[in-house]
């Protein structure tokens, strides 16, 4: 790993850092105590609605910035407690420090018509850090009518994404329409698309018309498709020349046998899991390193097989992005338990350790997401922080 020098100040903010950084893993995985409806009048956006999709759910900022959340339980050593209408958050009977939630569901934006009647929320999501904004093309993901959905994917079940959309695939016009409004209301720094399996040849289509739809007005979009290998490689060109930055595309196990049982329809279309890997190759090669990306979730295998995945794809000039594991009501894998927190920590730790000795930059490590905990240790390590927090991230500002 490449020794990155702070001073002896950065050094001990860097610990705190990591300290905290290391907690958000804990309370994932033991959960907190609290009292919902005391909790919720600080979640609750101007519709009235619960600012997640369930209840017994929490996300918020700890004290010195980390990102983190858990589910409700009783049985837990951390509790969250109002104190002066300040959330606390304590282990034990120790005070861990206040806490913060996002206001990010009460922005006017996401409740501003578009032309056809459906709320800008409908169409596009609002990244709560980085100030991107995301896109699903569909609602639905074709693998559903074989049977061969991804065991841990929720697009084909319950509450989905986009339940109030009044149609399932969006036009170009549409996307292009919502995201001007984004930018013009200060958003919008990076675009990311992405969907469920359709026919290749409408995939790219679908795409290039959005992308270039955007660019009409706005030649300066910073975009991430997110893609299924093409059969034919050259198709990868057509991305980058209609103005897409990033590819990504996510294989979500690395062994070949984690392949065939989590993703079936991945090894059984666009070519299987050896063709998946080159077309990432490709990309990085097209694209240039670190612009080419693919999602691993950890916990779906054993760490040394993740590991091995994301090391050789390193190699390759591929950022893969750590994702954790967490089962999800109405998916195959509802009812499994994703791994301890010493699990996913001790694979976070190793992969950035495996970013920074490759020398990928904080700017190709956003260029799919706009937040990650890997991304929080990534700047934590690399001492990407000022005073005695980690800042939101922000994506550089476009100009209107």
Known sequence: MSEIKLSKEKEAIKEVLLKEARLSYDLSEKG?????????????????????????????????????????????????VIEDGIPVLYDEKNPIGEISFSDKDNNPLLDAKLSDGQPFKSVMSLNEEGGGVSVGYSKECSLKETGEDCLFCTINVGEGK????????????LVAEAYDLARKAGYANHFKISGGFIP????????????????????DAYACAVIGAPADLSVLEKYKEAGYS?????LEVWHPDSFRLIVPGKEKRNGGRQHWIRSLEATAEIFGKGHAHSSIIGGLEPKS?????????????????LNRFRPISETPLE?????TADFHWELADKTTDIYIRYGFTLTELTGKHSHTLTQD????????????????????????
């Open 162 to 173: 986009y339940t109030d959309r009044t149609s399932p695939i969006l036009t170009p016009k």
């Open 32 to 80: 907190i105590r609290f009292n919902k409806d005391e909790i919720a009048k600080y979640r609750i956006s101007k519709s009235g609605v619960v600012t997640r999709r369930k209840k017994d759910n929490l996300s918020f900022k700890l004290p010195h910035g980390i990102t983190a959340g858990g589910h409700f339980t009783p049985w837990t050593p951390y509790s969250l």
């Open 246 to 250: 990033y590819i990504s595309t996510n």
């Open 200 to 219: 290749e040849r409408r995939e790219v289509e679908q795409y290039v018309d959005v992308i270039e739809e955007i660019r009409k007005k706005y030649p």
């Open 377 to 400: 240790l990534f700047r934590i390590k690399t001492g990407d922080f000022e005073g005695g927090k980690l800042t939101p991230f922000k994506y550089p500002l476009l100009k209107l």
């Open 335 to 339: 009812g499994y338990r994703s791994p």
């Open 305 to 321: 097989y993740t590991l091995e995945g994301i090391e050789y794809l390193a190699s390759k000039g591929v950022i893969a992005q």
